[in-house]
């Protein structure tokens, strides 16, 4: 006879368990930078979809979404043609079950429900959670221009901030095309920067769950006495010297 087992005695280990994010050596002063799980692939939300009157494919093999020229084709395509069902084959087609005859079209013969609904309730329908769609992004790290300025590669600096975080900006109480200019000048693209007329605060906080840069974790990377930035967004402020240490980032004396 087989012994009992006590199941709560078991040591069972769980798979669950939460991985390493990226960016956590960083942020969290967990793990290591050269143990960073993989980024996994960008989507990008930029997608545009072809308007309804134009074909989704130009030349060849261009999809007519027009439908075909022949209006008794479209007819014969509309729908299931009526056929005798494999039960009761022996009755009228098209009458009724409960009036005696067989029944009839294709949806009966594959068993599915004459009411069903043609489209699914959008209640059953699962919920997307992020602000284009899918779940919310890890991080995103604003870098004061001041801050830039202090980078001795800006263009390596920011190019390895990439590789752990989803969004990467440049706010500063500067004119959106002194902005431009550092970026045109140091060869670096960032996902938003701050504009004439909005305070680096405000721009920051315009970033909430509507936006497609909002995450769970969003810092300001600058100079000491710029963490009111910061503040004013309600984001979280990591001095420059900080994050260039833990990054390994080269600082110059004085700003450029």
């Known amino acids: ?13 769980s798979d669950d368990e939460d991985g ?17 799980p993989d980024a996994g692939a960008v989507e ?13 494919v130009d030349g060849a093999g261009a999809t007519d979404v027009d439908g075909p020229d022949d209006p008794d084709a479209a007819d014969a395509s509309a729908g299931p043609v009526p056929h005798v069902p494999r039960e009761n084959k022996d009755k009228p087609a098209g009458i009724p079950v409960e009036s005696g005859g067989a029944g009839g079209g294709a949806a009966a ?23 284009h769609g899918g779940g919310i992004d890890d991080m995103t790290m604003a870098l004061t221009y001041a801050a830039a300025q202090r980078l001795a590669d800006p263009q390596l600096a920011i190019r390895d901030a990439k590789t752990w975080t989803d969004w990467l900006g440049i706010v500063g109480d500067v004119e959106t095309f002194v902005i431009s200019k550092f970026q045109r000048d ?45 503040e004013q967004a309600d984001w979280e402020f990591v001095p420059l010297s900080t994050a260039a240490q833990k990054a390994d980032w080269g600082l110059t004396e004085d700003p450029e």
Do not use: C, K, Y
């Not at 390493?20 to 143990?35: Q, V």
């Open 109 to 131: 013969d594959a068993g599915t429900p004459a009411d069903a609904p043609e489209h699914p309730d959008a209640a059953d329908e699962q919920a997307a959670s992020g602000p």
């Open 44 to 56: 990008t939300p930029s997608t545009v979809t072809p308007d309804a009157g134009e074909s989704a």
């Open 186 to 230: 140091h060869g670096v693209d960032v996902d938003f920067f701050s504009g004439s007329g909005q305070s680096p605060g405000e721009r920051l906080a315009d970033i909430d769950e509507h936006s497609m840069f909002f995450a769970e974790r969003m810092v300001v990377v600058g100079l000491p006495e710029e963490a009111s930035i910061a």
């Open 20 to 36: 390493p994010n990226r960016g956590d050596w960083f942020w969290r002063g967990e793990g290591d930078p050269s143990e960073e």
């Open 1 to 13: 006879m087989t012994d009992e087992i006590d199941l709560d005695e078991l040591d069972v280990e």
